[in-house]
């Protein structure tokens, strides 16, 4: 039986070297304790914002002082945290910072209510005022939330508490990553495998379709033993969010979660209408792959095989490295000089092990390394995911790198268009080595899943998480039945008549982790309709507004950002173009398919 690997077992130079932020624990604590001090030093400015232009400008200064050293705390514990969910020391250390974080966060968060209170006529002088010229754009939007912010106290009060009110999401990651056990199933040679969060796609994209719905049934079967403890942890969440909104006067949970990026609701409903209005491309493209696969209907197990196993790639790490960084050479020398530095610096951290959290992502802090969690896996998706990450790392370095801290951090919902961007170029990229018809074929295959993964499966979770904030905003119970049963009703028509959903898919929400993250999964959709645009100016020698739009950081509003890229949300269609892409991607599919 294949086991997990310790970390004290791991090659150092596949995992990330997080010296770059703290060069050990010590020093980490030194900086922890300089934290007082630094809100002290923000603190003697409460009651004096109104005193003058200067006076604000250095309150302003102060509090990014003290958010350059809270974040790379923050972000140095978590990642040591993540490297063993099941370590005490690095839980108690990320539970200290997330703790001193609420403390100071509710200690200061009189400064915009303070801002708000002053004379408006006074307020606007300083907006106007040379000395706070850097800091207007945040002024402009403090003014706009104006109708959203409560009163010094009760901003304290919501600061103090969310710490407390973020136990649902750390609840659901312990018992996730840590706590849950999957049993061993046989794999494709005979061989007893246990389950994990890391290689359960590759079980689904095995071509022996009862190993795929071995691991199917195995993972399903175990998160329906925990349905009510994830359907309570879920409902908390999205009370909280619903509570929140509510509080801060806002019509819905949605609302509150695009005002920050300043998306109207439209272009959230607009998302799920287009995709509504094209189900059937999806539909398609589901019967083709029964056809190949021989099926009168496909399970759910069988989505992720790829159409022709003969062609199945295993790509081990060095490989994928070279792939992915001979892919993105087209956006030139600053750009390849960086992924250079990702890979001989040690910025990742690769192999799966025991007790490391699931999943990949990518996360830094201002000032040091973006770093990139990985569980790779020796697949053409690990490969994919390798590329993915590596555009969300870019995306932050040469933010961190063109922006001053204060708009150094870009807007989530522009975060996944340089992450997209970069698996639509390695597509590119493996397209044009390959002349072989078969390989062809077993690209565009995963070309569409992609989308299927990335437009019309996150645009499901979209709509699933839309639903279930909207009844919770009924003051409808969220009880296991009621999320499976939604979620099972979704499923179905998003997989149309061509899928016949084995009854376990009813519980996949409970293993979903971005719905609790605030109506995140929608913009991996709309990201990918952008990136979709984009790749193809990059692909045609046009690279210089792509790279204006990596170091923009939040110094402009994100729609205005990607108008500005060539992508506009509000007067084009990107979302239709990205579907029409899909349309041919399917058509070169099936002609290459000879069906």
């Known amino acids: 039986m294949a086991e997990l690997k310790k970390r004290s077992e791991l090659e150092t130079a596949l995992t990330w ?24 030093n923000f603190l003697k400015f409460k009651g004096r914002l109104a005193d003058s232009p200067e006076t604000l400008l250095h309150a302003f200064q102060a509090e990014d002082a003290l958010g350059v050293v809270m974040e790379r705390l923050y972000v140095y514990a978590h990642l040591k945290a993540d490297e063993d969910t099941a370590d005490s020391a690095g839980r108690a250390r990320l539970e200290r910072i997330s703790a001193k974080g609420a403390e100071i966060s509710g200690n200061c968060s009189w400064f915009q209510p303070e801002l708000l209170s002053m004379d408006e006529a006074r307020f606007d002088s300083f907006r106007k005022d040379e000395t706070l010229s850097f800091y207007r754009r945040t002024l402009d939007e403090i003014a706009e939330e104006r109708p959203h912010t409560l009163s010094a106290a009760e901003e304290r009060i919501l600061s103090m508490a969310s710490d407390v009110l973020s136990a649902p999401h750390k609840a659901f990651s312990l018992l996730n990553d840590a706590d849950m056990r999957f049993p061993s199933i046989t ?11 890391g290689n359960f796609i590759k079980f689904l994209e095995c071509p022996v379709r009862s190993v795929r719905k071995e691991a199917f049934s195995a993972m399903y079967d175990t998160y329906a033993g925990f349905k009510n403890t994830f359907s309570s942890l879920l409902d908390s969440h999205v009370k909280t969010s619903v509570l929140e909104a509510g ?48 099926l009168e209907k496909l399970d759910m197990y069988d989505l992720h095989t790829p159409l022709l196993p003969e062609c199945r790639m295993e790509i081990p790490w060095e490989e994928a490295k070279k792939q992915v960084d001979e892919s993105l050479r087209l956006l030139g020398d600053e750009y390849h000089s960086a992924i250079g530095q990702a890979f001989e610096k040690r910025w990742i951290d690769v192999p799966e092990c025991r007790g490391k959290r699931s999943g990949a992502y990518s996360s830094g802090c201002y000032g040091t390394p973006p770093y990139i969690l990985l569980n790779y896996a020796d697949t053409l998706d690990s490969m994919f995911t390798l590329a993915h990450e590596l555009g969300h790392t870019m995306h932050s370095y040469f933010s961190d790198r063109s922006q001053a801290f204060h708009y150094a951090s870009y807007k989530i919902f522009v975060a996944e268009v340089a992450s997209t961007t970069n698996e639509l170029l390695l597509h590119h990229h493996l397209l044009g080595k390959t002349k072989d018809p078969k390989m062809r074929a077993y690209l565009l295959n995963h070309l569409a899943d992609e989308f299927r993964g990335t437009v019309f499966r996150q645009t499901m979770f979209a709509e699933f998480e839309r639903d279930i904030h909207a009844l919770a905003e009924d003051s409808v119970p969220l009880t296991a039945d009621l999320l499976s049963e939604n979620y099972f009703k979704l499923n179905r028509f998003y997989h149309g008549n061509a899928v016949s959903p084995d009854d376990r898919i009813r519980y996949e929400w409970s293993r979903i982790p971005h719905f609790y993250y605030g109506f995140y999964v929608y913009k991996y ?27 923009a950081g939040d110094s402009k509003d994100v729609l205005d950002i990607m108008k500005d890229a060539g992508v506009d949300f509000i007067g084009g269609d990107p979302v239709g173009e990205a579907l029409r892409l899909f349309d041919e991607t399917v058509n070169q599919l099936g002609e290459a398919l000879g069906r």
């Open 17 to 40: 070297d997080l010296t770059m932020i703290y060069p050990d624990t010590g020093d980490w604590e030194k900086e922890f304790s300089t934290l007082d001090a630094l809100q002290e």
């Open 187 to 197: 794999d494709a040679d005979g061989s007893k495998t246990e389950l994990t969060h």
């Open 247 to 294: 509080l801060r006067s806002f019509p819905s949970a949605l609302a509150a979660s695009l005002f920050g990026d300043k998306v109207p609701a439209a272009v959230y409903e607009n998302l799920i209408g287009s995709i509504h209005g094209n189900i059937s491309s999806i539909h398609r493209y589901f019967e083709l792959r029964a056809r190949k696969l021989g």
């Open 525 to 551: 959709a709309t990201g990918f309709s952008a990136a979709a645009a984009l790749s193809r100016k990059i692909i045609a020698g046009e690279t210089e507004p792509y790279m204006r739009f990596l170091k």
